[in-house]
């Protein structure tokens, strides 16, 4: 059982879509599984053949527990089946081991993806239902043929849940389903679990984005400005200190981009359930990208209440343990706004993607020399574009105007950050 | 310190940068950024690590003089014969 997604600690298999037997590719759809929030589709990390299934339709597992044996390619079969002990039959409910401990499969990966649970693949958004029912439960009535809307939901605001079908139809399970229970759990058996981290880290980037890109309706603001007097300020700062207290440019811009959101608090929080919701703390998400590949944004958390060298310094130890694998979980559940700065590649702006359910996103490219009108006269100064990604479903072009300038103002104020 | 030795320290705390990259390849002048994809946070761990080995605190004014490897040998060899 897969976690998939930072609050997921448990999954119930809904289907199984392969069989024993079954040759499986990389990347293949082998289960659908039920969250809290939905139906998500079960990838198979590994080619293989199906040697066996362990986990029973409408069984509830915690993470990591085994849902099948997979045989790798050129594997010898005996090194995948247990001793000839007699199986287990048994009805299927009783059949029910406790889940072996979750050492067969990592609970939480080394590193995480970055984005929250990918989006609800299966959910029919905006479908009218008669009954509030769990898409378990919605399932297992069918199948059992049990009506819906004669039963009372004991779940969140009286929604038929699973338990309920399953009390109304006896518990009954066909008697003919035979399930022979595993009496050893093979250490093969981390079928389910991502074995390629990046792969994995890819594929959540891609939900995540595809989720923001079709639902988000993200308008687009940029402003130019001007860092010289920041970067001067900076330089002077630094000069008279060792190294390991120096602060880097995008520091301040961490820091202007924190304070700035206090005074836009529709731009920093979660659109979740048709509503925004405002985020209790500025939390800064940080975009970081990884050695070959792949992106986590952990937030730097409470960013507007740090001081100028505690942002820097819990970005340096953010930056750190993001490269080498160390997330916390606490760093992936709550970023209120994420901030991505390309700078160092030498882009001159970013057009960010929201992260979903982030409703903005704020993108700085890199610091370059450029003529720069003002009063009058032309000069050539440092300057940084600072783009602004955000949720019209949340706020409008004027509050992200005002937003950017009030930015621009702070930046232009280096010794008040 | 021999050049030899500053610049089997500097490679080791790049290869610490940039773990997956091959060292032994490295182009004595092409520029550390571009060949290893290193960003402004760490050149400044660099720094900081070179600090931390040889005493050489390195100003950011001369940052510009560090931006290959023969450069930075270069001139590590020159502050520590100072």
């Known amino acids: ?417 | 310190m021999t050049r030899d030795e500053i610049r089997s320290l500097v490679l080791r705390e790049l290869g610490r940068i940039a773990p997956e990259a091959d060292l032994s390849a490295l182009p004595e002048s092409a520029p550390l950024r571009e060949e290893l994809e290193i960003d402004s946070m760490d050149l400044l761990n660099f720094a900081t690590a070179i600090h931390a080995a040889l005493g050489v605190d390195i100003p950011e004014a001369d940052y510009e003089r560090i931006a290959s490897l023969g450069g930075c040998v270069d001139y590590l060899a020159a502050r520590l014969a100072r």
């Open chain 1, 1 to 417: 059982m897969p976690s998939l997604g930072a609050d997921m600690d448990s999954g119930t298999l809904l289907e199984w879509r392969v069989s024993p037997g079954d040759r499986v590719a990389r990347g293949q759809i082998v289960a659908l599984v039920d969250t809290e929030k939905a139906e998500i589709e079960i990838e198979c990390w590994q080619a293989g053949v199906v040697e066996r299934l362990i986990a029973e339709v409408g069984q509830k597992l915690p993470v990591g527990a085994p849902l099948a044996w997979l045989r790798e390619e050129g594997e010898a079969a005996a090194t995948a089946k247990p001793a000839p002990a007699p199986p287990a039959v048994a009805p299927a409910a009783t059949a029910v081991r406790p889940a072996p401990p979750v050492s067969v499969a990592p609970r939480a990966p080394d590193v995480r993806p970055p984005p929250p649970p990918p989006s609800p693949l299966r959910v029919a958004v905006g479908e009218s239902r008669r009954v509030h029912a769990s898409p378990l439960a919605r399932r297992l009535a069918k199948e059992r043929g049990v009506d819906l809307a004669s039963l009372a939901g004991s779940g969140p605001g009286g929604a038929v849940v699973a338990e309920d079908v399953q009390r109304a139809a006896g518990a009954r399970q066909p008697a003919e389903r035979v399930l022979a229970v595993a009496p050893t759990a093979p250490a093969e058996a981390a079928a389910a679990a991502p074995r390629d981290r990046r792969e994995g880290m890819r594929r959540a980037i891609a939900a995540s984005m595809a989720k923001s890109k079709r639902e988000i309706p993200h308008y687009y603001l940029e402003t130019s400005i001007d860092c010289g007097h920041a970067l001067e300020w900076l330089r002077a700062r630094n000069e008279s200190r060792p190294v390991s207290e120096r602060v880097l440019p995008v520091a301040l811009l961490l820091a202007a981009t924190a304070k700035a959101l206090r005074r836009a608090p529709e731009l920093n929080g979660f659109f979740v359930d048709g509503a925004f919701r405002p985020g209790s703390g500025i939390h800064l998400g940080v975009a970081v990208s990884l050695r070959g590949g792949g992106l986590v944004a952990p937030a730097l958390r409470g960013a507007d209440l740090r001081s100028l060298d505690e942002l820097m310094c819990g970005l340096r130890e953010l930056t750190q343990r993001a490269r080498e694998g160390r997330m916390r979980s606490s760093e992936f559940s709550d970023a209120t706004l994420t901030v991505t700065s390309l700078g160092d590649l030498g882009v001159d702006r970013v057009f960010p993607v929201i992260y979903p359910p982030q409703v903005a996103i704020v993108g700085f490219g890199r610091i370059a020399e450029a003529p720069w009108a003002e009063r009058g006269m032309l000069a050539v100064r440092p300057i940084v574009r600072c783009t602004l990604a955000a949720d019209h479903r949340v706020s409008d072009g004027m509050r992200g105007a005002r937003f950017l300038a009030e930015l621009a103002r702070l930046l232009a104020r280096p010794e008040e950050l």
